[in-house]
């Protein structure tokens, strides 16, 4: 028996978007990553883009592959909140091992720069002991076996 399709995704089933407006100039830095190596001259599909496609993809559960990704590519209000043209399949699973994931550790640190310090909340204080842990396992999940390896050798 053949799977149910997904329904296609529409503007309206994805939200997020005065997020970008706000992440899309910190993440330009990252627009000319990789660049160098297409010898061509045609590439599409910049890291920034990339990035933002990516956090779309986090911002919304009905997006849940990169065909997902893809299909949200194509909308326009995507396009033009991301400045990016329809998104390729090839290209959004090349970009995993084209571009350096190191590289979002400068912008990660430059948005929590730009936070208002945390004010004092007393219903905290009132628990005693309490252990608060903090995840960072995202990042290095998201680096290509390549890059992982890299970074191991930086280490040893």
Not at 82 to 110: H, T
Request: positive net charge; hydrophobic residues 40%.
């Amino acid at each position: 028996m053949a799977r149910k399709r997904k329904p296609k995704i529409k503007e309206e089933d994805l939200h997020g978007f005065k997020h970008f407006k706000l992440l899309m100039p910190v993440l330009e830095a990252l627009h000319d990553n990789a660049c160098q190596r297409d010898r061509a001259g045609n590439r599409k599909l910049h890291f920034d883009q990339y990035a933002a496609l990516i956090l779309l993809y986090f911002f919304n559960p009905i997006v849940s592959s990169l065909r997902g990704i893809q299909q949200a590519s194509e909308l326009k209000k995507v396009q033009r909140l991301l400045g990016s043209p329809r998104a390729a399949l090839g290209s959004l699973s090349e970009a995993a091992r084209v571009f350096d994931a190191d590289l979002l550790r400068g912008i990660i640190g430059d948005l929590l720069d730009r936070l208002p310090p945390l004010e004092k909340n007393t219903p905290f204080d009132e628990n005693k002991g309490v252990i608060t842990l903090v995840d960072g396992t995202l990042l290095p999940a998201l680096l290509s076996p390549r890059q992982q390896r890299v970074q191991r050798d930086r280490r040893t």
